[in-house]
Protein backbone atom coordinates (compact mmCIF):
# COMPACT_ATOMS: atom_id res chain seq x y z
CA UNK A 1 0.00 0.00 0.00
CA UNK A 2 1.15 3.23 -0.87
CA UNK A 3 0.22 6.55 0.80
CA UNK A 4 -1.01 9.45 -0.71
CA UNK A 5 1.40 11.90 -1.84
CA UNK A 6 0.39 15.91 -0.63
CA UNK A 7 2.02 19.05 0.63
CA UNK A 8 3.05 18.35 5.15
CA UNK A 9 0.30 19.59 7.32
CA UNK A 10 1.36 22.98 7.70
CA UNK A 11 1.50 25.51 10.83
CA UNK A 12 -2.53 26.33 10.65
CA UNK A 13 -3.22 22.70 10.69
CA UNK A 14 -0.99 22.23 13.85
CA UNK A 15 -2.78 25.26 15.64
CA UNK A 16 -6.27 23.73 14.41
CA UNK A 17 -5.89 20.24 16.52
CA UNK A 18 -6.43 21.74 19.86
CA UNK A 19 -9.20 24.57 18.60
CA UNK A 20 -10.88 20.85 16.84
CA UNK A 21 -10.82 18.82 19.96
CA UNK A 22 -11.88 21.92 22.44
CA UNK A 23 -14.92 22.51 19.90
CA UNK A 24 -15.95 18.78 20.06
CA UNK A 25 -15.44 18.14 23.07
CA UNK A 26 -16.81 22.17 24.18
CA UNK A 27 -14.36 23.31 26.13
CA UNK A 28 -13.46 26.69 26.33
CA UNK A 29 -10.43 29.09 25.81
CA UNK A 30 -8.53 28.07 29.15
CA UNK A 31 -8.61 24.61 28.54
CA UNK A 32 -7.36 25.56 24.98
CA UNK A 33 -4.53 27.87 26.41
CA UNK A 34 -3.46 24.87 28.87
CA UNK A 35 -3.18 22.04 26.29
CA UNK A 36 -0.99 24.32 24.41
CA UNK A 37 1.74 24.70 27.59
CA UNK A 38 1.40 21.03 27.96
CA UNK A 39 2.37 20.11 24.89
CA UNK A 40 4.29 22.92 24.23
CA UNK A 41 7.05 22.34 27.48
CA UNK A 42 7.84 18.14 26.72
CA UNK A 43 8.54 19.50 22.92
CA UNK A 44 10.75 22.53 24.01
CA UNK A 45 12.87 20.41 26.41
CA UNK A 46 13.41 17.75 24.13
CA UNK A 47 14.59 20.32 21.27
CA UNK A 48 16.80 22.37 24.15
CA UNK A 49 18.22 19.86 25.86
CA UNK A 50 19.69 17.65 22.77
CA UNK A 51 21.17 20.68 21.57
CA UNK A 52 22.55 21.13 25.22
CA UNK A 53 24.48 17.88 24.96
CA UNK A 54 25.47 18.34 21.70
CA UNK A 55 27.21 21.49 22.42
CA UNK A 56 28.52 19.63 25.31
CA UNK A 57 30.05 16.62 23.50
CA UNK A 58 31.21 19.27 21.18
CA UNK A 59 33.04 21.48 23.82
CA UNK A 60 34.72 18.17 25.30
CA UNK A 61 36.16 17.16 22.24
CA UNK A 62 37.45 20.26 21.28
CA UNK A 63 39.02 20.73 24.79
CA UNK A 64 40.42 17.42 24.90
CA UNK A 65 41.92 18.01 21.21
CA UNK A 66 43.14 21.33 22.59
CA UNK A 67 44.78 20.05 26.22
CA UNK A 68 46.71 23.46 26.16
CA UNK A 69 43.91 25.49 25.46
CA UNK A 70 41.80 23.39 27.92
CA UNK A 71 44.20 24.28 31.21
CA UNK A 72 44.21 27.94 30.01
CA UNK A 73 40.41 28.12 29.58
CA UNK A 74 39.91 26.69 33.10
CA UNK A 75 42.93 28.76 34.87
CA UNK A 76 41.13 31.81 33.26
CA UNK A 77 37.64 30.63 34.74
CA UNK A 78 38.98 29.86 38.01
CA UNK A 79 40.89 33.10 38.56
CA UNK A 80 37.49 35.22 36.76
CA UNK A 81 35.86 33.08 39.76
CA UNK A 82 37.76 33.83 42.54
CA UNK A 83 37.96 36.99 41.67
CA UNK A 84 33.98 37.55 41.53
CA UNK A 85 33.53 35.53 44.83
CA UNK A 86 36.13 37.61 46.51
CA UNK A 87 34.61 41.25 45.33
CA UNK A 88 31.45 39.67 46.21
CA UNK A 89 32.32 38.67 49.64
CA UNK A 90 34.01 42.10 51.01
CA UNK A 91 30.54 43.79 49.43
CA UNK A 92 28.23 41.99 51.06
CA UNK A 93 30.34 41.87 54.62
CA UNK A 94 30.33 45.65 54.11
CA UNK A 95 27.58 46.85 52.58
CA UNK A 96 24.94 44.79 53.03
CA UNK A 97 25.05 42.69 56.21
CA UNK A 98 23.69 44.48 59.13
CA UNK A 99 26.88 45.49 61.44
CA UNK A 100 27.41 43.77 64.56
CA UNK A 101 26.78 46.88 66.96
CA UNK A 102 24.72 47.13 69.08
CA UNK A 103 22.45 50.18 68.40
CA UNK A 104 24.15 51.93 65.28
CA UNK A 105 21.94 54.44 64.33
CA UNK A 106 23.70 56.12 68.11
CA UNK A 107 27.09 55.37 66.25
CA UNK A 108 28.70 59.00 64.69
CA UNK A 109 32.18 59.80 62.86
CA UNK A 110 33.79 63.07 64.10
CA UNK A 111 35.99 64.26 61.26
CA UNK A 112 38.23 67.11 60.66
CA UNK A 113 37.00 68.87 57.56
CA UNK A 114 38.64 71.95 55.69
CA UNK A 115 36.25 74.38 55.32
CA UNK A 116 37.14 76.01 51.97
CA UNK A 117 37.76 72.87 50.00
CA UNK A 118 35.59 70.28 52.03
CA UNK A 119 38.58 67.70 52.90
CA UNK A 120 38.41 65.71 55.76
CA UNK A 121 41.60 64.11 57.08
CA UNK A 122 42.21 61.70 59.26
CA UNK A 123 43.75 63.70 62.46
CA UNK A 124 41.52 65.42 64.42
CA UNK A 125 42.08 67.74 67.40
CA UNK A 126 42.76 66.34 70.61
CA UNK A 127 41.35 69.18 72.71
CA UNK A 128 37.89 68.45 71.37
CA UNK A 129 38.09 64.51 71.68
CA UNK A 130 38.90 65.35 75.69
CA UNK A 131 36.71 67.58 76.21
CA UNK A 132 33.83 65.57 74.82
CA UNK A 133 34.71 62.53 76.84
CA UNK A 134 35.06 64.39 80.02
CA UNK A 135 31.45 66.06 79.74
CA UNK A 136 29.25 66.01 76.83
CA UNK A 137 25.39 66.50 76.45
CA UNK A 138 24.68 64.52 73.44
CA UNK A 139 27.68 62.15 73.65
CA UNK A 140 27.76 59.11 76.00
CA UNK A 141 31.60 57.95 75.16
CA UNK A 142 34.18 58.62 72.66
CA UNK A 143 36.62 55.77 70.87
CA UNK A 144 39.27 56.14 68.64
CA UNK A 145 40.51 53.09 66.10
CA UNK A 146 44.05 54.27 64.58
CA UNK A 147 46.78 52.16 62.56
CA UNK A 148 47.65 48.67 62.12
CA UNK A 149 51.21 47.30 64.27
CA UNK A 150 52.71 43.68 63.69
CA UNK A 151 52.62 41.91 66.56
CA UNK A 152 54.50 38.34 66.91
CA UNK A 153 52.49 35.43 68.79
CA UNK A 154 56.05 33.68 69.07
CA UNK A 155 59.06 34.70 70.96
CA UNK A 156 60.94 33.27 68.28
CA UNK A 157 60.26 36.02 65.41
CA UNK A 158 60.78 33.08 62.59
CA UNK A 159 58.44 30.76 63.81
CA UNK A 160 55.25 32.04 62.83
CA UNK A 161 54.49 35.45 60.75
CA UNK A 162 53.33 38.35 62.37
CA UNK A 163 49.84 39.15 63.03
CA UNK A 164 48.11 42.86 62.43
CA UNK A 165 46.46 44.73 65.14
CA UNK A 166 44.35 47.72 65.00
CA UNK A 167 45.76 50.54 67.86
CA UNK A 168 42.29 51.40 69.92
CA UNK A 169 41.14 53.54 72.80
CA UNK A 170 40.16 52.06 76.17
CA UNK A 171 36.19 51.13 76.25
CA UNK A 172 35.97 50.91 72.76
CA UNK A 173 33.87 47.67 72.65
CA UNK A 174 31.92 49.39 74.83
CA UNK A 175 31.08 52.03 72.49
CA UNK A 176 30.22 49.86 70.24
CA UNK A 177 28.20 47.76 72.23
CA UNK A 178 29.89 44.74 70.96
CA UNK A 179 30.40 41.69 73.22
CA UNK A 180 33.52 38.95 72.82
CA UNK A 181 32.25 35.12 71.36
CA UNK A 182 34.90 34.13 74.09
CA UNK A 183 36.57 36.23 76.73
CA UNK A 184 35.66 39.32 77.82
CA UNK A 185 35.92 42.99 78.02
CA UNK A 186 38.59 45.19 80.04
CA UNK A 187 37.61 46.01 83.18
CA UNK A 188 38.04 49.88 84.83
CA UNK A 189 41.23 48.76 86.91
CA UNK A 190 42.76 47.25 83.84
CA UNK A 191 42.30 50.19 81.92
CA UNK A 192 43.42 52.44 85.19
CA UNK A 193 46.75 50.75 85.76
CA UNK A 194 47.54 50.69 81.53
CA UNK A 195 47.31 47.38 80.50
CA UNK A 196 48.02 46.29 77.01
CA UNK A 197 44.74 43.71 75.91
CA UNK A 198 44.03 42.21 72.93
CA UNK A 199 40.85 41.02 71.18
CA UNK A 200 41.59 38.84 68.09
CA UNK A 201 38.94 38.32 65.22
CA UNK A 202 37.17 35.38 64.69
CA UNK A 203 38.45 34.49 61.59
CA UNK A 204 42.44 34.53 62.88
CA UNK A 205 41.01 32.27 66.14
CA UNK A 206 40.03 29.90 63.34
CA UNK A 207 43.30 30.45 60.96
CA UNK A 208 45.56 31.13 62.77
CA UNK A 209 44.69 29.52 67.07
CA UNK A 210 42.89 26.61 65.29
CA UNK A 211 39.89 27.62 67.15
CA UNK A 212 41.51 26.34 70.93
CA UNK A 213 39.90 27.69 73.60
CA UNK A 214 43.51 28.19 75.46
CA UNK A 215 44.34 31.57 73.19
CA UNK A 216 42.96 33.22 75.87
CA UNK A 217 45.51 34.63 78.44
CA UNK A 218 48.64 34.02 75.96
CA UNK A 219 50.79 37.14 75.07
CA UNK A 220 51.81 38.89 71.70
CA UNK A 221 55.04 41.14 71.09
CA UNK A 222 55.95 44.13 69.40
CA UNK A 223 59.52 45.25 70.16
CA UNK A 224 59.48 45.31 73.90
CA UNK A 225 55.93 45.51 74.16
CA UNK A 226 53.69 43.03 75.40
CA UNK A 227 50.07 42.34 75.02
CA UNK A 228 47.72 39.38 76.56
CA UNK A 229 44.92 38.24 74.50
CA UNK A 230 41.87 38.42 76.61
CA UNK A 231 38.72 37.73 73.80
CA UNK A 232 37.33 36.91 70.70
CA UNK A 233 35.46 39.16 68.54
CA UNK A 234 32.29 38.44 66.95
CA UNK A 235 32.40 36.45 63.74
CA UNK A 236 31.72 39.26 60.90
CA UNK A 237 32.71 41.99 62.97
CA UNK A 238 34.23 44.75 60.68
CA UNK A 239 36.28 47.87 62.60
CA UNK A 240 34.56 51.15 61.41
CA UNK A 241 37.33 52.64 59.30
CA UNK A 242 37.63 56.10 58.85
CA UNK A 243 39.79 56.01 55.50
CA UNK A 244 41.35 52.99 54.17
CA UNK A 245 44.18 53.03 56.70
CA UNK A 246 43.61 49.50 57.52
CA UNK A 247 43.37 47.18 54.31
CA UNK A 248 43.68 43.80 56.62
CA UNK A 249 43.71 43.11 59.95
CA UNK A 250 43.87 40.34 62.66
CA UNK A 251 42.85 41.82 66.14
CA UNK A 252 42.86 45.08 68.40
CA UNK A 253 45.12 46.27 71.05
CA UNK A 254 45.08 48.37 73.46
CA UNK A 255 46.93 51.59 72.95
CA UNK A 256 46.69 54.24 75.74
CA UNK A 257 48.87 57.10 73.57
CA UNK A 258 49.69 58.21 69.74
CA UNK A 259 47.09 58.20 67.78
CA UNK A 260 44.37 55.91 69.63
CA UNK A 261 45.34 57.69 73.13
CA UNK A 262 42.35 60.36 73.97
CA UNK A 263 44.29 62.54 76.22
CA UNK A 264 44.43 66.07 77.32
CA UNK A 265 47.60 66.40 74.81
CA UNK A 266 48.86 64.89 71.80
CA UNK A 267 47.24 64.12 68.89
CA UNK A 268 44.28 61.27 68.00
CA UNK A 269 42.90 59.99 64.83
CA UNK A 270 39.30 60.37 63.92
CA UNK A 271 37.17 59.12 66.83
CA UNK A 272 34.05 57.59 67.01
CA UNK A 273 31.10 58.13 69.57
CA UNK A 274 27.70 56.76 70.38
CA UNK A 275 25.20 59.48 71.37
CA UNK A 276 22.88 59.61 74.65
CA UNK A 277 19.46 57.88 74.26
CA UNK A 278 17.83 60.56 72.52
CA UNK A 279 20.21 62.74 71.40
CA UNK A 280 20.35 63.79 67.17
CA UNK A 281 23.05 63.99 65.54
CA UNK A 282 22.23 67.29 64.52
CA UNK A 283 22.06 68.63 68.25
CA UNK A 284 25.52 66.50 69.04
CA UNK A 285 26.70 68.91 65.79
CA UNK A 286 25.24 72.09 67.22
CA UNK A 287 27.37 71.52 70.93
CA UNK A 288 30.84 70.01 69.29
CA UNK A 289 30.74 73.40 67.40
CA UNK A 290 29.56 75.23 70.55
CA UNK A 291 32.83 73.67 71.98
CA UNK A 292 35.14 74.37 69.09
CA UNK A 293 34.98 78.75 69.51
CA UNK A 294 35.29 78.09 72.84
CA UNK A 295 38.79 75.94 73.10
CA UNK A 296 42.29 77.24 72.71
CA UNK A 297 43.16 77.28 69.02
CA UNK A 298 44.86 74.21 68.08
CA UNK A 299 48.62 74.80 66.68
CA UNK A 300 48.97 76.07 63.21
CA UNK A 301 50.03 73.29 60.79
CA UNK A 302 50.82 73.66 56.99
CA UNK A 303 47.21 72.71 55.96
CA UNK A 304 45.35 75.24 58.57
CA UNK A 305 46.91 78.41 59.41
CA UNK A 306 47.31 79.45 62.93
CA UNK A 307 43.80 81.59 63.10
CA UNK A 308 41.67 79.05 61.36
CA UNK A 309 39.57 77.30 63.37
CA UNK A 310 38.89 73.03 63.37
CA UNK A 311 35.42 72.58 61.55
CA UNK A 312 34.28 69.08 62.70
CA UNK A 313 31.54 67.08 60.82
CA UNK A 314 29.07 64.60 62.50
CA UNK A 315 28.73 61.60 59.69
CA UNK A 316 26.62 58.32 60.61
CA UNK A 317 28.63 55.38 60.24
Not at 51 to 79: E, H
Not at 83 to 92: G, K, M, P, Q
Not at 147 to 166: C, H, K, N, T, W
Not at 274 to 303: D, F, K, Y
Request: aromatic letters at 8%; glycine letters at 8%; proline letters at 9%.
Amino acid sequence: ASLPLGPAPGRGAVQSDPEDEARAEQHGAVWSSWQTVRLALPLRWAVTGDAMFSDLRYAFRSLRASPLFAVTAVVTFALGIGVNVAVFSAVDRMLFRPLAYADVDRLMFLRNCNTKTGFCGGSFPWQVAFELQRHSTTIEDVAVFAFAGRYQVSRDPDAEPPVLMIGVSPRVLRVLGVQPVLGRDATPDEIATRRSLAWISHETWIARFGQATDVLGRRMWAGSEEAEIIGVLPRGFIPPAWSQQVPRWDGLVLEYGGWAGIGPTGGVAAPIVRLRAGASREAAQAEIATLVTELPLPPASPRRPPSERPSIRVDRV
